[in-house]
């Protein structure tokens, strides 16, 4: 990792000390309403801080799929559940300068490449000799000046693309155990100029002093990556814990066509928020079916190892209320 061609100077990060302790997070793309998974995520995100001392804090993940009101909905429905979060809500849209200062960073350490590739280039063309599967072929890492004008000239605007320097990385997961995954030539600006997910969540955990980043295990994958892209800026990288996801009966990803699946569709089925809490805590083990529950008690019973490591299936009513 430090055999870069130009040293970088390390991204300033918010350590723990006596007066902030390490925090722990939610970060949701204001998309859509938060289903039942997403809302357990965040409990379990929640009960991994608090009950390590952490502040929790929430994040807003608004660079792409932004739906109008989605944010304001998802932060009511956390809300209801009895959430809390401290310190000011961060909005990535408003930190586009600091997205801008870590790639700059890494340009100037000669970690970056233009890539000018269309999806479709990248699907067709041939993987590099070893190359993990869905790894980026490489096509644009060793263009010549003179191919790079040529491209230039296509007007097409380039994405930006990390050159790793290593092909895979481990890191750590409180519930898988050591992981190793793929690192590519991942993209950290799209042609567009947005930064990329994995970016932005990078210099924001840090930035955040984010040191347990708890979150569906969707996004194990990408983990490597981004503690990989961590270590290059001077970044420690966050301790990690992948949940399992909710899925419907048909073992799809929980999404509206499976039923009440919102908080919302749960009020209108006449269940109160707490009833919908204690659902929650049923399907992660930590209460009995039907038995009352706040989030004080949850915190007193939370045990990480206890958890269930096998994704959550859940029946929903797909027909609305009958009025009486
Ligand atoms: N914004 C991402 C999502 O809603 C989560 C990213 C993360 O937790 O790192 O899926």
């Keep these: 990792m430090s055999q870069s061609p130009h040293p970088i100077t390390p991204l300033s990060q918010a350590e723990p000390n006596n007066a902030t302790a390490g925090a722990g997070r939610f970060a949701p793309s204001p998309s859509g309403d938060l289903h039942l998974g997403n809302l357990r995520t965040a409990l379990l995100a929640w ?8 502040r929790f804090l929430m994040r807003v993940e608004d660079l792409d799929r932004v739906r109008p009101g989605a944010r304001e909905q998802q932060l009511a429905d956390l809300r209801e559940l009895g959430l809390d979060w401290d310190e000011d809500l961060m909005v990535q849209s408003d930190r586009l300068e600091h997205y801008r200062d870590a790639v700059t960073r890494l340009e100037s350490a000669g970690l970056t490449y233009e890539c ?119 970044l420690t990288a966050p301790q990690y814990a992948h949940v399992p996801l909710a899925l419907d009966q048909e073992g799809r990803r929980l999404a509206k066509r499976a039923g009440a699946v919102t908080l919302g569709d749960q009020k209108a089925l006449g269940r109160t928020p707490r009833q919908v809490l204690a659902m929650l805590a049923t399907s992660l083990r930590l209460t009995a079916p039907d038995e009352e529950v706040d989030l004080a008690g949850l915190l007193d019973r939370f045990e990480p190892a206890r958890l269930p490591r096998e994704p959550w299936v859940i029946t929903l009513p797909t027909t609305p209320p009958q009025s009486p």
């Design 116 to 234: 000018f590739c269309t999806r479709r280039e990248i699907l067709k063309a041939p993987s590099a000799p070893h190359a993990p599967h869905g790894a980026y072929p490489g096509i644009c890492r060793n263009l010549t000046p003179e191919e790079r004008d040529a491209r230039r000239a296509g007007g097409r605007p380039p994405a930006l693309r990390l050159r790793a320097e290593v092909g895979s990385f481990t890191i750590d997961d409180l519930l898988h155990g050591s992981y190793s995954g793929m690192v590519d030539d991942l993209v950290l600006r799209r042609g567009d100029g947005t930064p990329a997910y994995n970016l932005a969540v990078v210099v924001d955990d840090a930035a955040q002093g984010v040191d347990q980043v708890v979150r569906g295990d969707d996004l194990l994958s990408s983990a490597p990556r981004q503690a990989y892209l961590a270590g290059l800026l001077g």
């Design 47 to 54: 009960l991994f801080a608090r009950s390590t001392g952490r």
